[in-house]
């Protein structure tokens, strides 16, 4: 991981997605940071996923974090599937119009519900 300002404009913040990964599969399966969980953005309910997945399976069940800036669109976070598994993601989407990025992430994290 390498911060240069901590805001994430400059193009020196380089933090892999496998690591975002890592911290929610930590903060899903230990007791160490699972306070993170409730300060994520609840899919159609809450924060920046308000109005994101209104008429998708994900709804109420996606818990993420977003990410945009020009060109990049990113989401990272936890969703629970109907049959109680808990799967963990980290995407980013460079160079790509944003609100198609968007769409294509809250359909892949919704199809988790079905596993």
């Known amino acids: 991981m390498t911060l240069a300002d901590s805001s994430g404009l ?5 933090i ?3 690591l975002l990964d890592d911290v929610m599969l930590r903060a899903t ?3 160490e940071i699972r306070e993170l ?3 994520l953005a609840i899919a ?5 996923l308000y109005e994101r997945y209104t008429d998708l ?9 977003t990410g ?14 109907e049959v109680g598994n808990v799967y963990t993601f980290a995407m980013i989407s460079n160079g790509s119009d ?13 199809t988790l519900r079905q596993y």
């Open 37 to 39: 969980l409730p300060a």
């Open 10 to 14: 400059s193009r020196f913040d380089l």
């Open 16 to 18: 892999p997605p496998r």
């Open 29 to 31: 399966s230990t007791d």
């Open 44 to 48: 159609g309910g809450d924060g920046t």
């Open 68 to 81: 945009t800036l020009t060109g990049t669109s990113a989401l990272v976070g936890t969703v629970t599937s």
């Open 98 to 110: 944003i609100l198609t990025a968007r769409r294509l992430m809250d359909e892949f994290t919704s």
């Open 57 to 65: 399976p994900g709804k109420g069940w996606v818990r993420a974090k």
